[in-house]
């Protein structure tokens, strides 16, 4: 039978606490690029709680008001312009300064909340309120983008990428085009199969370039003027309205038509390889 010290093991534990209490501190510190992050997330919380007091909790009680509220549909939609730009700054900053061993997972966390969770949630209370909507497909359309940025977040973790590209519609760029798509008060079926477009776009190998340089200084001014356009139409401003469907229709056409780019820069490339190739193979046969 083993005999064990009682001073030794508790010396033994005393010392494994003591390194816990080293280690733990440094693991659980948040950087500044972490805290922009739980900004992401919190603006993600407060979009789904203004598409439930200001929308559905009304029609719920028999308001009188009809479509999405316009006040409560801009601020949710703002509050997630907030989070793509809080998303957008906490990789900078974590390029420039540092980030924690939690930052990854942070970021993925969030983002699940900002532009998973929130844009369903909204397509769905959309299914709810909307005259010529129909609520159980609205919900399957809503379940279908979860998922889909369920999956492009999960993939983004484990699969290597080219560097400057992302495999799939960013998710944060997807929930813009998802809530643009709701906002156009289009038709039912078009709007459907727009949001549904929009969930295979994410999950797709369709190539989108990061936000970097002068394209994230690009991507914070159309943030921010998306912005203005959602707060002319909540408060009726003149031109409002055409200015958020302008807004929303620009915003789907750069969806569709980014990923073209990508594209026909990769057909180039692959062109440019093969005429190369047949130099090279001209050359030795001269030789």
Not at 50 to 65: K, M, N, V
Request: proline share 5%; aromatic share 6%.
């Amino acid at each position: 039978m083993t005999v064990i010290d009682p001073d030794t093991q508790a010396s033994t534990w005393t010392d494994d606490e003591d390194d816990d209490a080293e280690e733990m501190p440094l693991s659980l510190r948040l950087s500044i690029a972490d805290t922009l992050t739980l900004g992401n997330a919190t603006c993600g919380f407060m979009a789904v709680y203004f598409t439930t007091t200001g929308i559905l909790i009304p029609h719920l009680q028999g308001s009188q008001e009809t479509g999405m509220a316009r006040h409560s549909a801009a601020t949710a939609v703002i509050l997630m312009l907030l989070a793509a730009i809080f998303d957008l700054c906490d990789g900078l900053v974590a390029r420039k300064l540092r980030s924690s061993p939690m930052g990854a997972e942070l970021d993925n966390l969030s983002d699940l909340i900002s532009f998973g969770l929130a844009p369903a949630y909204f397509v769905l209370v959309y299914g709810m309120v909307a005259d010529d909507a129909h609520q159980r497909v609205s919900a399957v359309a809503a379940i279908v983008v979860l998922l889909a940025v369920v999956l492009r977040l999960a993939r983004f973790s484990c699969v290597t990428l080219k560097d400057g590209m992302f495999q799939g519609m960013p998710s944060p760029f997807g929930a813009l085009t998802v809530v643009s798509i709701v906002l156009l008060e289009l038709p039912f079926i078009p709007t459907l199969l727009a949001i549904i477009g929009t969930a295979w776009l994410m999950v797709s190998r369709v190539e989108y370039p990061k936000p970097r340089g002068v394209l994230a200084v690009a991507m914070l001014g159309w943030i921010v003027s998306a912005m203005g356009m959602l707060a002319a139409w909540a408060f009726d401003a003149p031109g409002g309205e055409g200015m958020l469907q302008a807004g929303c229709a620009l915003q789907i056409v750069m969806a569709a038509t980014i990923p073209l780019f990508a594209t026909a820069r990769r057909v180039n490339t692959f062109r440019d390889n093969r005429r190369e190739n047949r130099e090279a193979r001209a050359a030795r046969a001269v030789q």
